[in-house]
């Protein structure tokens, strides 16, 4: 996901210095967290990643679609000296509505993703802090409804 979200419109080059930056990046970060044996390094190397490709995201987001950032059809003809018909004024103007629309679409979707990444992530935080509890009260309901209380399932 982070290679499709900063390499897109860029050169080839930059594409796969990208590619071996990002392969890089993960054998450091779990080498680093196989050696500290820390959950807490991983959550916050997981959050980092998340929030600087959501930034990426929304930034892309926002300037290849919002009519009012986007160079429109219009104007790149008024660049060229040649004036649009009717026509094309009318599909132009189409075809941003019909980016905002999209826009909108898609904020609500951030929105949507941004709060099933942030309850995941708070349930994965109690599930850390609280494992040795969380054990407990699983073996004590017991099966089926114990299952629900699985978190991570590997805390001592």
């Not at 916050?44 to 892309?60: F, K, N, P, W």
């Not at 019909?98 to 109690?126: C, E």
Request: hydrophobic residues 45%; charged residues 20%; aromatic residues 14%.
């Amino acid at each position: 996901m982070s290679y499709a979200v900063f390499s897109y419109s860029k050169s080839r080059q930059f594409s796969i210095l990208l590619a071996v930056s990002l392969v890089s990046l993960s054998v450091f970060i779990t080498l680093y967290y196989h050696y500290l044996q820390d959950p807490a390094f991983h959550q916050r190397a997981y959050a980092i990643l998340t929030i600087v490709m959501l930034a990426r995201s929304m930034y892309v987001m926002e300037v290849c679609l919002r009519p009012s950032l986007k160079q429109s059809e219009e104007q790149h003809k008024l660049q060229k000296k040649r004036l649009m018909t009717a026509d094309e004024k009318a599909t132009s103007r189409s075809e941003d509505r019909r980016d905002a629309k999209i826009l909108n679409l898609m904020w609500i979707m951030v929105a949507y993703g941004m709060s099933t990444f942030l309850g995941g992530f708070f349930l994965w935080t109690l599930d850390n802090k609280y494992c040795s509890t969380i054990r407990t009260w699983r073996r004590d309901i017991g099966l089926p409804w114990g299952i629900l209380l699985e978190g991570h399932g590997w805390c001592e």
